[in-house]
């Protein structure tokens, strides 16, 4: 994976042409949370957010339909109006699952301070989701051979995280979610998704394929578009996913309107190299774009217990969300 983000990384196409991101909801009034875990916390297992192909082999004729699944972690309140937070657990687009222990951690960890938290999984290599042309023929021109299936499995794993963001403004009055307040967070492989899902349009890693190309497109809520990301939490991931389809499409997606990132990453990180995490301050710095750079000083990979300051990564990322979304603290 590393040989694969500095590859694209360096091969960032620039357009000048680009299209509003998004349409930005209408916050109407401040949103609280607390500041120490106080709610109950309620769990929906394997909630079905869309449909997904799986290939006999690379967009295959013979196909069979998979459902995709979320989990649910809701504060026991009353409040009619909850801020939203989504987790994508890592796994180099390999492996990896919502069930992920420090996922489900983060999501508690919200979920008892207001939030409605969510957990996605999402087509992985072995699942051979369908991929435009453009993408495989990209791939096969630019990419190195060692890294060109993990390449190709990130199309389908983005397109179903944007399925599951357009679910969640579909099913936000079930929900109690306030639209206006959403963050999007992950680790390692889900960073990335996370990441393209605050800086890319709403309707990027979907367009590009027709009912023809994926009929289970039509199970994806295509009409929910209208949402903001509102801020990002990026632990030791990248803006990979952003750079490959500004490389395939020829699009330019960083920009001011780029929602807040934190990134928290370890210099001794030899999976995905701290020097990403610069590349996206860099970016973030050029664009003008808010950001908060965590460097985890002699961490490798998936350094979950870190301290910053005195502060657990989940304090960080508390802090993080309530001054960039304003948000009142009890």
Request: aromatic content about 10%.
């Amino acid at each position: 994976m590393k040989l694969l983000i500095q590859l694209l990384l360096l091969l960032t196409a620039v357009s000048s042409c680009k299209k509003d991101k998004t349409t930005d909801a209408t916050v109407s009034n401040p949103m609280s949370v607390k500041a120490a875990a106080t709610y109950a916390v309620v769990t929906e297992q394997n909630v079905n957010y869309c449909q997904g192909l799986r290939h006999q082999t690379l967009n295959s004729a013979s196909y069979s339909t998979m459902d995709l699944k979320l989990d649910v972690y809701k504060p026991a309140n009353n409040s009619k109006k909850k801020p939203a937070i989504v987790f994508i657990h890592g796994g180099g687009f390999v492996g990896g699952d919502k069930s992920d222990v420090n996922i489900v951690n983060l999501a508690n960890y919200f979920a008892a301070r207001g939030w409605v938290a969510f957990s996605i999984n999402y087509r992985l290599l072995s699942d051979r989701g369908t991929v435009p042309a453009a993408w495989i023929q990209y791939a096969q021109s630019s990419v190195p051979l060692v890294d060109q299936a993990q390449f190709i499995a990130m199309y389908p794993a983005h397109r179903d995280a944007k399925a599951a963001m357009r679910w969640l403004i579909t099913n936000a009055d079930r929900y109690d979610i306030d639209t206006g307040y959403i963050t999007v967070g992950g680790g390692s492989a889900g960073a990335v998704i996370a990441t393209t899902l605050g800086i890319t349009t709403t309707t990027d890693f979907t367009t590009e394929l027709s009912l023809s190309n994926d009929p289970s497109l039509a199970t994806t809520n295509l009409s929910s578009n209208n949402y903001t990301v509102k801020t990002i939490l990026d632990f030791w991931g990248s803006g990979v996913g952003v750079t490959s389809i500004n490389n395939v499409y020829g699009y330019q997606r960083f920009d001011r309107t780029d929602a807040p990132i934190m990134i928290a990453h370890g210099t001794a990180d030899s999976t995905v190299a701290y020097t990403n995490a610069i590349e996206l301050q860099n970016i973030y710095t050029s664009t003008g774009a808010a950001y908060k750079l965590y460097t985890l000083l002699n961490r490798g990979h998936g350094a979950w217990d870190a301290v910053v300051n005195g502060k657990k990564l989940e304090e960080l990322s508390f802090d993080f969300i309530v001054e960039q979304q304003k948000l009142i603290v009890e």
